[in-house]
């Protein structure tokens, strides 16, 4: 079983930063995709980034350059450093979990609320 816990949301002003944190337990096989996605109202959930225990990363187009995804295996933490933030990146930030599926990972957090005034 795989238990993952998001901290980190707020509220910020356009241009401003917020780093989410996601800390999980549970297998090394089943944490071996990291990935944090969201879901704006009346959209579909999206993948944002995501990282792999060996490293390698994929982000979402309209994040690339801004949100930097990285993880500490050690502390068994991901982390989403968002800079540049923009009023369309309001909506709420799920962490996921699976050994490789990175579009509908098997396990997810409660979620974290992220909201961008203009």
């Known amino acids: 079983q795989v238990q993952l816990v998001e901290s980190g949301g707020g509220l910020v002003q356009a241009g401003g930063s917020l780093r989410l944190s996601c800390a999980y337990s549970?297998?090394?096989?089943?944490?071996?995709?990291m990935g944090w996605y969201r879901q704006a109202p009346g959209k579909q959930r999206e993948l944002v980034a995501a990282?792999?225990?060996?490293?390698?990363?994929n982000y979402a187009e309209s994040v690339k350059g801004r949100f930097t995804i990285s993880r500490d295996n050690a502390k068994n933490t991901v982390y989403l450093q968002m800079n540049s933030l923009k009023p369309e990146d309001t909506a709420v930030y799920y962490c996921?979990?699976?050994?490789?599926?990175?579009?509908?990972?098997?396990?997810w957090g409660q979620g974290t609320q992220v909201t961008v005034s203009s």
């Open positions: 990282m792999r225990r060996g490293g390698s990363t």
């Open positions: 549970g297998s090394i096989f089943s944490t071996n995709v």
């Open positions: 996921g979990a699976d050994l490789a599926n990175l579009k509908s990972p098997q396990y």
